[in-house]
Structure formats: structure tokens, C-alpha cells
């Protein structure tokens, strides 16, 4: 079996819940997160095999990385294999500038900050507990400590959101001059309290979101930042002192390279098999106490799917798609189809979107399969 170079830490612990969320998330329970490291590392262990012996990067995600008890996050990072990019995750409201000196310190060298939006209002219908101050004040306090590359997470599409707010949102992020900026159209799921409350308000939201992602595009693109996925933009490397500032833990994924993940949740793709430990937070910490795997899922995944999976992330990037090994997933017919329309562009063994055909995204890809 083919070795990971990238690995996927997730920390579920979460001070509340946002409506709108489905992750694998718990709300408070500090005196169960020295466990849980304990567990991580645990599970780490066992799965080492599979790990590059250089690994790339390392991604704290969750719930909330920078809820956990500052000792038990220093020892986590303290304990995790050395790589070119160290990306962790941080609610605003959790940021001080002692956390943000211990994250420097332990090697972090990317942070991504959950903003969502600046608007008051908008943040309550997301039940988020952060105030638009403390994202000001969590950039500063990462900027002090030396933490030189910064991403900002945004959401479009919530009730009551209008243009002007999302103009507003635009502004406010780059005033902040983050190296990235991530900006989402909202998911929310049937079924949730959030789908319930705001269904109305969502459905007449989705009619606006072609226009809003256009915004988005416009404003930051104008801005000097690389639309280099269809949620993700970096600054320019001529704006950032020849620096390549895309997401590269996030660019593996969408590159279909093999990953591990650790913690309740999360999922792992290497060579032909993918898995996803279960969610209960109790038996993981237990099994891995007693020296076992956590319980999985296990998926195989044969040569077509792994292809299909190339072809949908890949037309994600901005970067031609190479069509070396998979060029037989495609529909020969749907691809000059959707080049007469400037949609599409095929040269030299590549295919790539065009701007337009980036804007009518997912659509394009299921057509492109055969």
C-alpha cells in the first residue's frame, strides 16, 4: 500500500453549535479533551505505517482546534510529524494573543479563521458566537505573533443576506489583507432546524447565488487574489513576495492525492480504499485506550471511481487538468460540445474550464462524464 503525505487531525470540540453545521462537532466537555488527544495520538500510532516519512502537511480541523485546553494543544502539536504546512483552525471568539504565540511557537505556519460574515445581524441567524471585532482582533493578535499566512472563511447565501451585506463582508475581509480568503455558498441540510426555520428564506436565497458567486469572483479577482478553486483565493504571488499561498493540504484533496485522517469522523483515502472512523466520541476513545482501531466504514474504491473523483475535483482548480489515465472517463461528444460553447477548453493533453464554464461548475462536470 502507497504511503499518505498528508494528514487530517480532527478536534470536535466546539464552546457552541452553529445551526447551520454538520460536522462531527461536541459542544464543551474540556474535561474530556486530554482524552481525546491521548486517543488521537494513539490512533496515530497505530496508522504511522501509512504515513510518507515526509510528510507535506498537517490540518488541525473541526469543531473548534483552538477550544482545547492550551497545555493539551501544545502537546497535541508538540507530537505531530513535522511538515512544510501547518494549518489549524480557529473560531475568532477563542483567539488571544497567548494562544497565538503558542501556535507560533509550535510551528504553525497557516491559521484559518472562521469570519463568516461582519454583519451583526447575519451572524445571529448563524448562531455565531464571535462579534466582527474579535476577527479583527484575532487577525492582529496572528499578525503579532508572526504567523505570516492568514485565511478568512466566508459565507454567502444565509437568510436575510443582500447584495449590499455581501459588498459589505468583501470589503470588510480585505481590509484585513489575509493571504486567502475561502468563500462558501451555504449548505444546509434537509432536515435540520436551520433547513426549518429558513427554508422559505433559503429558497428564495438560491435564486441569487449565481450572482453572488459572480460578485465574490469580481470583487476578489479586482483585488489582485487568484480564484484558484471554485470556493478558494489566494493573493497573486506578485502581491505576495513570490509566494505560492493556495491551500496546499486542501490542493491534495482536489489533486486526488492519498490522505490520512485521525480523530472521530474523519476520513482517509489511500490507493483503493477509503475509510471514515465513526462518530461516536465514547468508543473511540475507548477502543483506542485499549489498544484498537476505532470502528470504521470501510469503502472500496475501484479504478473508475477514483477517476471520476480526478475529473470532478480536478476541474475544481483553476490548473489544466491533465487527461494522462483518464482521459476515458470523459464524453468525447460532450467535450467539443461544451468547447463550441466556451466552456471548455482542451490543448495538449489538459482540459480545463473556462471562466464562464468555472461559474456553471458542478453542472459542466457531470456532463464532461460519460
Given at each position: 500500500m502507497s504511503?499518505?503525505?498528508?494528514?487530517y487531525?480532527?478536534?470536535p470540540f466546539?464552546?457552541?453549535?452553529c445551526?447551520y453545521c454538520?460536522f462531527?462537532t461536541v459542544v464543551?466537555?474540556?474535561e474530556e479533551?486530554?482524552?481525546y488527544?491521548?486517543?488521537l495520538?494513539?490512533?496515530?500510532?497505530?496508522e504511522?505505517?501509512?504515513?510518507?516519512?515526509?510528510?507535506?502537511?498537517v490540518?488541525?480541523?473541526?469543531?473548534?482546534?483552538?477550544?482545547?485546553?492550551?497545555a493539551?494543544?501544545?502537546?497535541?502539536?508538540?507530537?505531530?510529524?513535522?511538515?512544510?504546512?501547518l494549518?489549524?483552525?480557529?473560531?475568532?471568539?477563542?483567539?488571544?494573543?497567548?494562544?497565538?504565540?503558542?501556535l507560533?511557537?509550535?510551528?504553525?505556519?497557516?491559521?484559518?479563521?472562521?469570519?463568516?460574515?461582519?454583519?451583526?445581524g447575519?451572524?445571529?441567524?448563524?448562531?455565531?458566537v464571535?462579534?466582527?471585532?474579535?476577527v479583527?482582533r484575532?487577525?492582529y493578535?496572528?499578525?503579532?505573533a508572526g504567523?505570516d499566512?492568514?485565511?478568512?472563511?466566508?459565507?454567502?447565501?444565509i437568510?436575510?443576506?443582500?447584495?449590499?451585506?455581501l459588498?459589505?463582508?468583501?470589503?470588510?475581509?480585505?481590509?484585513?489583507?489575509?493571504?486567502h480568503?475561502?468563500?462558501y455558498?451555504?449548505?444546509?441540510?434537509?432536515?435540520?432546524r436551520f433547513?426549518h426555520?429558513?427554508g422559505?428564506?433559503?429558497?428564495?436565497?438560491?435564486?441569487?447565488?449565481?450572482?453572488?458567486?459572480?460578485?465574490?469572483v469580481?470583487?476578489?479577482?479586482?483585488?489582485?487574489?487568484?480564484?484558484?478553486?471554485?470556493?478558494?483565493?489566494?493573493?497573486e504571488?506578485?502581491?505576495?513576495?513570490?509566494?505560492?499561498?493556495?491551500?496546499?493540504?486542501?490542493?491534495?484533496?482536489?489533486?486526488?492525492r492519498?490522505y490520512?485522517?485521525?480523530g472521530i469522523?474523519?476520513?482517509s483515502?489511500?490507493?483503493?480504499?477509503?475509510?471514515?472512523?465513526?462518530?461516536s466520541?465514547?468508543k473511540?476513545?475507548?477502543?483506542?485506550?485499549?489498544?484498537e482501531s476505532p470502528?470504521?466504514?470501510?469503502e472500496?474504491?475501484?479504478?473508475e471511481?477514483?477517476?471520476?473523483?480526478?475529473?470532478?475535483?480536478?476541474?475544481?482548480?483553476?490548473?489544466?487538468?491533465s487527461?494522462d489515465g483518464i482521459?476515458?472517463?470523459?464524453?468525447?461528444a460532450e467535450?467539443?460540445?461544451?468547447e463550441?460553447?466556451?466552456?471548455?477548453?482542451l490543448?495538449?493533453g489538459t482540459?480545463?474550464?473556462?471562466?464562464?464554464?468555472?461559474?456553471?461548475?458542478?453542472?459542466?462536470t457531470?456532463?464532461?462524464?460519460?
Amino acid at each position: 500500500m502507497s504511503s499518505a503525505s498528508h494528514l487530517y487531525v480532527h478536534l470536535p470540540f466546539c464552546s457552541s453549535r452553529c445551526g447551520y453545521c454538520d460536522f462531527v462537532t461536541v459542544v464543551g466537555r474540556e474535561e474530556e479533551h486530554g482524552g481525546y488527544v491521548s486517543a488521537l495520538l494513539n490512533e496515530l500510532e497505530l496508522e504511522r505505517a501509512l504515513l510518507s516519512t515526509e510528510v507535506e502537511t498537517v490540518y488541525l480541523g473541526g469543531g473548534t482546534p483552538t477550544f482545547l485546553e492550551p497545555a493539551v494543544l501544545t502537546r497535541l502539536l508538540g507530537a505531530l510529524p513535522r511538515a512544510g504546512e501547518l494549518t489549524v483552525e480557529a473560531n475568532p471568539e477563542t483567539v488571544t494573543p497567548e494562544l497565538a504565540e503558542l501556535l507560533a511557537g509550535a510551528g504553525v505556519t497557516r491559521v484559518s479563521i472562521g469570519a463568516q460574515s461582519f454583519q451583526t445581524g447575519l451572524l445571529a441567524t448563524l448562531d455565531r458566537v464571535a462579534r466582527p471585532d474579535d476577527v479583527r482582533r484575532a487577525v492582529y493578535a496572528f499578525r503579532d505573533a508572526g504567523i505570516d499566512n492568514i485565511s478568512l472563511d466566508l459565507i454567502y447565501g444565509i437568510p436575510g443576506q443582500e447584495p449590499s451585506d455581501l459588498e459589505a463582508d468583501l470589503a470588510e475581509a480585505l481590509a484585513l489583507a489575509p493571504e486567502h480568503i475561502s468563500a462558501y455558498e451555504l449548505e444546509a441540510k434537509r432536515g435540520t432546524r436551520f433547513t426549518h426555520d429558513h427554508g422559505a428564506e433559503l429558497e428564495r436565497q438560491s435564486e441569487a447565488m449565481e450572482d453572488y458567486v459572480e460578485r465574490v469572483v469580481d470583487v476578489l479577482t479586482g483585488a489582485g487574489y487568484r480564484w484558484y478553486e471554485t470556493a478558494n483565493f489566494c493573493l497573486e504571488p506578485a502581491r505576495a513576495g513570490g509566494r505560492d499561498l493556495r491551500a496546499r493540504h486542501n490542493l491534495a484533496y482536489w489533486q486526488g492525492r492519498d490522505y490520512l485522517g485521525i480523530g472521530i469522523g474523519a476520513v482517509s483515502t489511500i490507493e483503493n480504499r477509503r475509510w471514515q472512523n465513526a462518530p461516536s466520541l465514547a468508543k473511540y476513545v475507548a477502543a483506542l485506550a485499549g489498544g484498537e482501531s476505532p470502528p470504521r466504514e470501510y469503502e472500496e474504491l475501484p479504478a473508475e471511481t477514483r477517476v471520476t473523483e480526478r475529473v470532478m475535483l480536478g476541474l475544481r482548480l483553476d490548473a489544466p487538468l491533465s487527461l494522462d489515465g483518464i482521459g476515458q472517463a470523459l464524453d468525447g461528444a460532450e467535450v467539443a460540445r461544451l468547447e463550441r460553447h466556451g466552456l471548455a477548453v482542451l490543448a495538449n493533453g489538459t482540459l480545463t474550464l473556462t471562466r464562464r464554464g468555472r461559474f456553471l461548475g458542478g453542472g459542466v462536470t457531470a456532463r464532461l462524464l460519460s
